[in-house]
């Protein structure tokens, strides 16, 4: 048996978590530079607010209905998500972390009341994080993934959590879910089934494993066994990233060249970071800027280049200094960058790194970073950086941005007795 554990509009869920007076309120979370509808709760998703939603075109429903909006915290949303997964690996000693508001569960052996066992998980996350989840339970990943569905569509029948456990629960569940919603199929496969007629997962699950595989190759077949009840989609392990992008549109189009360079030191760093987390060194880097597309009278340049580094590093210091060197030959003057990013590939696992002879990294560096990022982890993001850094924290249009409850501790919430 599996368990699908997602967290019920987990961005929107985390800034009610703090300010509870958003509780039975529409609440709207922005993308980067406030761009887009990226979460929404029931509420907002009740007033017709889609998801992907340009900001400035619903910007006078959302004044109209009174819809709360928030910027994008994602450090907030990354330590809460980091605290659930961590109460949700008690109950089994195999996980699978899906997203940052899902995993899996593998309860193979677990001889207990599952449906209790998933509302024993909604309350020790609930009350330890404050987050509310839904719980499927079956027998394959993918009836876990319709269970959870069902919990989630019907809290007050389910509690929350519901179990298909018997096959006239599998194909009850099969007939009542539309193929657009099955785990996996996305809308050209979907267009594809609406076309031949089979319009619930019951449909797919029964129409021939030779047209199953011909117009839904391999995967599809697996998707299709696995909703039959026979496991075909084994559990993930979590994988090392083969590389890292850090972009960003910037809050204004940047000129000089001493600002370029921030935010590709910046980048840098971010990437860099990321590296040392999945113990990785890099061997090579893209460094692109882009001028704003959108301003058809001014010069338009989009300029990269690949940059083959000396060394497999992960330390800051010498990244940030390749990458400088890099921006430095497709920098332009008189030109203005609305974006820009570094990308890092070509990894080596830095526990089986075999050194040069010749040219390494300074292995000094190594436990000068894991200082930094010691200090970065205890105290907050950044409290150490690279000199070219801006000191300003936040570089995007950010006007609805939410404290760091949990990652500053300048921000932790005080009670006044």
């Not at 309860?107 to 998980?121: A, E, H, S, W």
């Not at 800051?316 to 430095?328: Q, R, Y």
């Not at 790194?353 to 200082?371: G, I, T, V, W, Y």
Request: charged fraction near 25%; proline fraction near 4%; aromatic fraction near 10%.
């Amino acid at each position: 048996m599996y368990a699908l554990i997602d967290c019920n509009n987990f961005y929107a869920s985390c800034e009610r978590v703090f300010n509870p007076t958003l509780i039975g309120k529409p609440v709207v979370v922005l993308s980067n530079n406030d761009g887009c509808v990226i979460a929404r709760s029931n509420e907002a998703k009740s007033l017709g607010i889609p998801m992907g939603a340009p900001a400035f075109e619903y910007e006078s429903v959302l004044r109209r209905n009174n819809v709360k909006v928030f910027s994008a915290n994602f450090p907030l949303y990354g330590d809460m998500s980091r605290r659930v997964m961590s109460l949700l690996s008690n109950f089994s000693p195999e996980q699978e972390i899906y997203s940052i508001d899902e995993c899996f569960l593998n309860l193979k052996g677990l001889q207990t009341d599952l449906q209790q066992y998933g509302l024993q998980m909604k309350s020790r996350v609930e009350k330890g994080t404050g987050i509310p989840i839904s719980i499927g339970i079956a027998p394959t990943k993918a009836l876990a993934k319709v269970a959870n569905r069902i919990a989630k569509k019907f809290p007050k029948e389910t509690g929350g959590s519901y179990v298909i456990d018997t096959d006239e629960k599998r194909i009850k569940a099969l007939r009542w879910l539309k193929v657009e919603d099955i785990w996996g199929v996305g809308r050209r496969n979907a267009k594809k089934l609406y076309g031949i007629g089979a319009n619930k997962a019951l449909d797919f699950v029964q129409l021939p494993e030779s047209w199953v595989l011909k117009n839904m190759t391999i995967t599809g077949l697996h998707l299709q066994k696995d909703l039959k009840g026979i496991p075909s989609l084994e559990m993930v392990p979590v994988e090392k990233k083969k590389n890292i992008a850090t972009t960003r549109t910037f809050e204004t189009d940047l000129r000089t060249f001493e600002e370029v360079r921030e935010r590709i030191t910046t980048f840098t760093a971010m990437g860099a970071e990321k590296l040392r987390e999945q113990r990785s060194l890099c061997n090579r880097m893209i460094v692109f800027l882009e001028t704003n597309r959108f301003k058809e009278h001014e010069t338009q340049y989009y300029p990269s280049i690949l940059i083959k580094l000396p060394f497999p590093t992960n330390s800051t210091l010498e990244m940030v200094k390749f990458a400088n060197i890099g921006l430095k030959q497709i920098y332009k003057k008189n030109v203005y960058f609305k974006r820009g990013g570094v990308m890092l590939m070509d990894f080596v696992d830095a526990n089986e790194f075999q050194p040069s002879l010749f040219f390494n990294s300074d292995p000094r560096h190594k436990k000068l970073m894991e200082a930094i990022d010691g200090l970065n982890q205890k105290y907050h993001k950044d409290v150490v950086r690279i000199a070219t850094q801006d000191t300003r924290k936040h570089k995007m249009r950010q006007e609805h941005l939410s404290k760091h409850f949990t990652t500053d501790i300048n921000d932790i919430i005080t009670v006044e007795i």
